[in-house]
């Protein structure tokens, strides 16, 4: 018997070379250091650095016996709060390995704001079984966790722990926590023979040595640890069922809770449930067609630490939209520790998923909804597709709003970002990656995950095929953008909407002027009173986007003046916006 031999490549990867967030929607930083990304995920730390972890192919692994196995490179990096690397150069895990599912999730934060990565691998497997393409092995997997700190040391070794070292069909949908007392609890799914069933592992958190290992019953899947006090956790998996269990690994409650009474018996895979930790247990939602109408609802039902439900309507939770003849997928939510609240959001679609929208409901913790029985429209409801719904909380407890949107009929996506008041009113709306190119392309965007808010700003990522200026084929790769506080992007200047910047006057302004309005054929603007200062001026169309760019540098005299031609643009009325360090000045513009 041949042992396929572990690797561990130690490799310098280019690091973007990016000073902080861009303020332009179309140089978004990319945070994978390389393009052709499968799957990626990440974390924000305690003090708002960001790690993020991507996979991509690296060819195939000679096994010695004459087969191959599928061979990924797994890349994990650090970059500061401002979008900057923190590392020299990127940590490298690589294996023989199939580790390409979209269900899975691979970094995990400890108490000390150390770096868990998850990685299924093959390197236990000598032989393995022919795929059925005949083309190469198919070879079986385990599970290898490497624990890596903020300065960039291997805490378990550069090989990392494996869970168990026995091959399986397959493994995937890792998830891990730390108890209050330093160890590491890990649940996965594991399939053998077509079964998939949920493993719990307790592990030392300095060695990464596992102290046990067990199966969870009734069998599971997609399970979600979260902190139960007391050095215990809950673990809520698909089959709608919950558990608690103690650190060693015995149940706490006497009954398994089931939180969903009347769906299915078992959540399929793709309806991904959510699980939303709150003080005292925590808030699960999911979709399902209870009804058999071909029309799905979004729920979600609180279990607290006791393994009580707290509220219930019916069988099924609580319906998170009252509308009737629509599909609900996909709500996700965000607790307000604050004022004791959860909001959620949904992608709501016609029966035929042409038409659609976003909705964001407000839910009490006793399962009141406290907004319209319909939720609040975050997104209108229009004949293109709204996606990926994620949401944040500012340290005001004002909820936000993001998600992608298609912007023409190339399917090609754009993010969006809103932020509301508690009581719904919305307070500002950005677009946070790039409109259009050039050729009127803005390329396919997907898989939009919003950290959690840190450092007065969120930071979002996401999957995006736009091309690198070195090579014009659409690439995947993981590109992220900061959203701040106020909904400014990169240098936290605050957004102007169309009804603000209509409503100041020429005459209101201190630095920045017009010599006649409307203007026909070319627009004269007049500067003062800047000698020395970097500026911009921009002319943004109705939405509040930009339309064409003035002038960008330094001012060099007390009293500047720039012509600008106004022909690229279309008649009607539009914003002449001015942007100091100091602050933004802008005029009602009218083209004639």
């Not at 399986?168 to 108890?179: E, G, P, S, V, Y």
């Not at 939209?321 to 679609?349: A, H, L």
């Not at 070319?522 to 509040?544: D, H, M």
Request: with cysteine.
């Amino acid at each position: 018997m041949k042992q396929i031999l572990f690797i561990l490549i130690t490799l310098v990867l280019t690091i973007p070379v990016k000073a902080q967030w861009s303020s332009d929607p179309t140089e978004n930083n990319q945070l994978a250091l390389e393009n052709n990304v499968y799957d990626w995920d990440s974390r924000v730390l305690s003090d708002g650095t960001i790690a993020v972890y991507y996979n991509k192919p690296d060819g195939y692994f000679p096994t010695g016996i004459g087969d191959t196995a599928f061979f990924l490179k797994h890349v994990l990096m650090l970059y500061n709060s401002d979008g900057t690397p923190v590392w020299d150069s990127a940590k490298v895990f690589s294996s023989p390995n199939r580790t390409f599912t979209m269900v899975n999730e691979y970094l995990f934060i400890d108490g000390d704001d150390n770096i868990m990565v998850a990685v299924p691998d093959c390197r236990y497997d000598t032989f393995g079984e022919m795929h059925p393409s005949g083309s190469y092995k198919w070879y079986k997997m385990n599970l290898t966790l490497y624990k890596v700190s903020k300065t960039g040391e291997h805490l378990w070794g550069e090989n990392g722990v494996s869970i168990d070292s026995t091959p399986h069909d397959l493994i995937a949908q890792t998830n891990a926590i730390a108890l209050e007392n330093g160890s590491i609890i890990v649940a996965y799914s594991q399939e053998e023979a077509g079964n998939l069933k949920t493993k719990i592992a307790r592990l030392n958190a300095e060695t990464g040595a596992v102290i046990w290992l067990k199966d969870l019953l009734p069998n599971g899947s997609n399970a979600k640890l979260i902190d139960g006090g007391n050095n215990e956790f809950i673990i809520v998996y698909n089959s709608i069922a919950a558990q608690k269990l103690d650190a060693g690994g015995n149940e706490v409650w006497p009954h398994t809770v089931i939180y969903n009474k009347g769906g299915f018996p078992v959540a399929p895979l793709h309806t991904n449930i959510k699980v939303l930790p709150v003080e005292r247990g925590a808030f699960i939602s999911w979709y399902a067609d209870p009804d058999n109408d071909n029309f799905e609802d979004a729920y979600c039902s609180y279990i607290n630490r006791n393994g009580e439900i707290v509220f219930s309507a019916g069988t099924d939770g609580v319906k998170l939209g009252m509308k009737n003849n629509i599909r609900q997928f996909s709500p996700t939510g965000i607790y307000d520790p604050v004022n004791k609240f959860v909001y959620y959001m949904w992608c709501e679609m016609s029966s035929g998923q042409t038409w659609s929208n976003m909705v964001g409901q407000k839910i009490s913790l006793t399962g009141e909804l406290i907004w319209d029985a319909n939720g609040v429209e975050v997104a209108p409801m229009l004949e293109r597709r709204v996606s990926y719904p994620s949401m944040g909380i500012d340290d005001d407890g004002n909820p936000a709003f993001f998600y992608l949107e298609t912007t023409n009929g190339q399917n090609d996506f754009a993010g969006y970002a809103q932020k509301r008041t508690p009581a719904g009113d919305s307070l500002w709306n950005v677009t946070f990656t790039s409109i259009t190119d050039d050729d009127e392309h803005i390329y396919s965007k997907s898989n939009l995950m919003v950290l959690p808010f840190s450092q007065d700003q969120w930071v979002a990522l996401w999957s995006d095929n736009r091309p690198l200026s070195t090579n014009l084929i659409d690439q995947n790769s993981v590109w992220g953008q900061n959203i701040n506080k106020n909904g400014s992007i990169g240098d936290g200047q605050p957004p102007i909407t169309a009804n603000e910047a209509s409503a100041k006057a020429n005459t209101g302004n201190t630095h920045f002027f017009v010599a006649s309005n409307p203007v026909a054929g070319e627009a004269s603007f007049t500067v003062k009173g800047l000698e020395g200062q970097k500026i911009e001026i921009s002319i943004l169309n109705a939405v509040g986007k930009t339309a064409a760019t003035v002038f960008k540098g330094t001012v060099a005299g007390m009293e500047e003046s720039v012509v600008w031609n106004t022909s690229s643009l279309s008649k009607g009325i539009y914003i002449a916006r001015l942007r100091t360090s100091a602050g933004v000045e802008t005029i009602k513009l009218v083209i004639k």
